[in-house]
């Protein structure tokens, strides 16, 4: 009896937690491998450099990140409710009021003259909006922790060794509301920060060493190690293209050219 009671314990319990330290290591790796800290702090120049295979990997590595940096506030707010003690109603009424503040937030975004807009400056409205945005993701982000937070205290959770079924429950429910949350907070985000940008379109260019009056616009690698120029700021309206070698581009002055909104 003893045995078979050893037996399951090392296999259904501790091959569980086991489970959990190896994707731990292996996560490791990958972000000591990918340089990811390297990727996450590169400046908007560091970017440009980039080929587009890097580029896409560090947007999937930031999404990711906030992904993770929500699982851990998730989890936050889980312990916070359950030592409060709240019950699901409290969920409802989040949801309620986060939707109310998205409603706010979608006529904020959509709404070219809106009344912020008219009544405030425009610091102050900024202000005002981000606020409101991040009340509503609060409310948004709160819902699903509630109700984890009202299951674990209907159960009379511990953290045992029997229970990490219930453990593992808990915790996909918050990775899947932080996937959804993140992706809908971003998309939201970035329509807001458009909205109170002061600037239409980004771009780095370099001076003619021979030429001072003429400007060449940096757009994208074509290959390993050169670039493609053009005389316009906007690829499809350049006349003139030529190509350089990256070292050459880096070992002059790039310059930063802002369009602002009309």
């Not at 569980?16 to 290591?25: C, H, M, Q, Y």
């Not at 998730?74 to 699901?88: K, P, Q």
């Not at 975004?109 to 400056?121: E, F, G, N, V, Y």
């Not at 002061?198 to 690698?221: R, T």
Request: hydrophobic residues 45%; glycine residues 4%.
């Amino acid at each position: 009896m003893w045995n078979q009671i050893i037996e399951e314990f090392s296999f259904s319990k501790i091959g569980g937690w086991s489970s959990i330290i190896i994707a731990i290591v292996t996560l490791f790796t990958f972000l000591r491998k990918n340089q990811v800290i390297t990727t996450l702090t590169s400046s908007n120049v560091e970017k440009l450099i980039s080929s587009k295979e890097k580029r896409i990997l560090i947007k999937i590595i930031h999404y990711f990140f906030y992904i993770f940096i929500g699982f851990i506030f998730s989890i936050f707010l889980t312990i916070i409710y359950y030592n409060i003690g709240v019950n699901i109603d409290f969920s409802f009424i989040l949801f309620l009021i986060g939707a109310i503040l998205y409603l706010i937030v979608v006529y904020i975004m959509t709404t070219k003259k809106s009344i912020l807009d008219k009544k405030l400056t425009r610091t102050m409205n900024i202000f005002v909006s981000m606020n409101i945005f991040i009340a509503h993701s609060f409310c948004f982000l709160s819902v699903v922790p509630v109700y984890v937070a009202t299951y674990l205290s209907s159960t009379d959770f511990s953290i045992t060794f029997d229970q990490t079924h219930e453990l593992y429950g808990c915790l996909m429910a918050l990775v899947v509301s932080s996937f959804l949350f993140i992706t809908w907070h971003l998309m939201t985000g970035l329509q807001l920060s458009e909205k109170f940008s002061e600037y239409q379109y980004q771009c780095f260019y370099i001076i003619d060493q021979e030429d001072k009056n003429v400007s060449w616009f940096i757009y994208h690698l074509i290959d390993k190690d050169r670039f493609l120029l053009g005389d316009k700021e906007f690829k499809d309206d350049a006349k003139v293209f030529r190509i350089e070698e990256r070292t050459q581009i880096f070992s002059e002055k790039i310059h930063l050219f802002q369009k602002k909104k009309e």
